[in-house]
């Protein structure tokens, strides 16, 4: 069994940062992609940044320049630093991982997700 908790979110004014964390524990026996979605009231989720297993890193254009993914590959941890937020911002942010487990299986776990709320 593989677990990911997600922490770090809550209520900013614009202009603000927050950064949120999510950590992945159990049967893990390599970590590969990690990233972060994100998903606003009556909207689809997206994308919004991505590492590799070798820290190659992706945004999406709206937060190139202000968010920054990074990766603890010993705390099995990837980050979300984001700066300069803003109220089109607000969303819940959710982790995905890529896990091999212990059984050599991979698959893509998730957050539970965390509420960003970006005020005017």
């Known amino acids: 069994q593989v677990q990911l908790v997600e922490s770090g979110g809550g209520l900013v004014q614009a202009g603000g940062s927050l950064r949120l964390s999510c950590a992945a524990s159990?049967?893990?026996?390599?970590?590969?992609?990690m990233g972060w979605y994100r998903q606003a009231p009556g909207k689809e989720r997206e994308l919004v940044a991505q590492?590799?297993?070798?820290?190659?890193?992706n945004y999406i254009d709206s937060v190139k320049g202000r968010f920054t993914i990074a990766r603890d590959s010993a705390k099995n941890t990837v980050y979300l630093q984001m700066d300069s937020l803003k109220p089109e911002d607000t969303a819940v942010y959710y982790c995905a991982i890529d896990i091999t487990s212990l059984l050599r299986r991979s698959y893509r776990y998730w957050g539970q997700g965390t509420q960003v709320t970006v005020s005017p």
């Open positions: 590492i590799s297993d070798i820290g190659t890193t």
């Open positions: 159990g049967s893990i026996r390599s970590i590969n992609a």
